[in-house]
DNA sequence: ATTATCTTTGTTAGTATTCACTAACTTGGT
DNA sequence: ACCAAGTTAGTGAATACTAACAAAGATAAT
């Protein structure tokens, strides 16, 4: 899909998000740190817009397996736990993705940018609603609380952890502590 | 502190945040929208940069009661409630706020606004967890998981409901999810 | 096999536009 | 007469992007 150019021009342009922030991502910038001239780039991408498509994208298909975790045979438990330290574990390997994720903000007004990004949230929350149900269904999870609150939960804990993990210049164990966050929420949701 | 004309820049700035992103806040369209001419802005303001601080000095002193409502006298699980809700309450008032919120990510590469913005969550975050960790030494909120987790689970899941709000458009009612949720985490949390 | 052409991917040198900000002047209230 | 708060006109720097050309390898014709 992406020949090897676009993919160094997506990999680049993530680690100056990453490390200069959103701002300073200016095809001047990429093409200095690739090594190739500014009018280079736009023979691989139509515009930066296409640019920034392709991160997404890329980020898309980098963040799958944790998706694919839902759907394994398992139980509702085990397959969210394994859903959140995959999600972790593959943040901890890509530690620019960190930066990136929460520049959702910064895509505001460019429409085709929400709507891939929201997509992509949307899609794994809809599997994680089937999945939590299901284990309600099962009497695995408590049954008193609304799904819609456990999904919250789960995502905004483990997003705020991650966020926490990025701002703090990534000084402590981001699969550690995730496994104890999750352990934690295991214990707040299932039925006993 | 702020004379009426900064007051209007700093509100003005908030709304072109919320509604065309962070990317339109440029000093012409501060200016037109006030109907006063660009130079005019930095006889109240030295720079753009100083603008952004007041922005957020502004949102610290509108959000200042809702941690308020974590030094009340009362008991824990009231205390997070009043917390919760109040949160939401005031960015449902202020609905411009929602997106500004989160932009932390934006403001990446200005240390200044880093730290202003780092120092603001961490305050509450500290009161938060002393609010969490007496309530598990009265018993009143469950001991057997780590009020780190907690306070995760309550900062992170109520940012994510923000989040949802704001990127849906505001299509449900805030206060009333904010309640269902708060009431959700209220279940789980609470010692029996 | 050699030559000719095409395509891909690069280059240098530029474009118009936009940005934050400034210089110099004006106006109206005290 | 002074001063706060406005104006018009303009600055250099940066931005995304383009025009025109160059080189080199693949493809095809002779």
Do not use: C
Request: a positive charge; hydrophobic letters at 40%.
């Amino acid at each position: 899909m992406f020949s090897e150019r676009q993919q160094q021009i997506v990999g680049t342009a993530i680690k100056i998000i990453a490390n200069n922030g959103i701002q300073n991502l200016t095809t001047k910038n990429i093409a200095k740190e690739i090594g190739i001239s500014e009018p280079a780039l736009y023979r691989h991408f139509n515009s930066k817009l296409e640019i920034l498509k392709a991160v997404i994208s890329y980020f898309q298909i980098k963040m799958q397996p944790a998706s694919e975790k839902l759907k394994k045979n398992s139980n509702a438990l085990n397959k969210i736990e394994n859903f959140m330290l995959e999600h972790l574990k593959i943040i901890n390997q890509n530690p620019d993705f960190a930066k990136v994720i929460f520049s959702e903000a910064n895509f505001q007004n460019e429409e085709d940018l929400i709507l891939k990004m929201n997509n992509m949230m949307n899609q794994s929350h809809k599997i994680l609603e089937a999945v939590v149900q299901s284990g309600q269904n099962n009497n695995e999870i408590r049954n008193d609380i609304s799904s819609l609150s456990i999904i919250r939960i789960i995502i905004g804990s483990m997003r705020l952890l991650v966020t926490q993990w990025s701002m703090s210049g990534m000084i402590f164990n981001l699969e550690n502590e995730g496994k104890q966050l999750n352990d934690d929420i295991k214990k707040l949701i299932n039925e006993k």
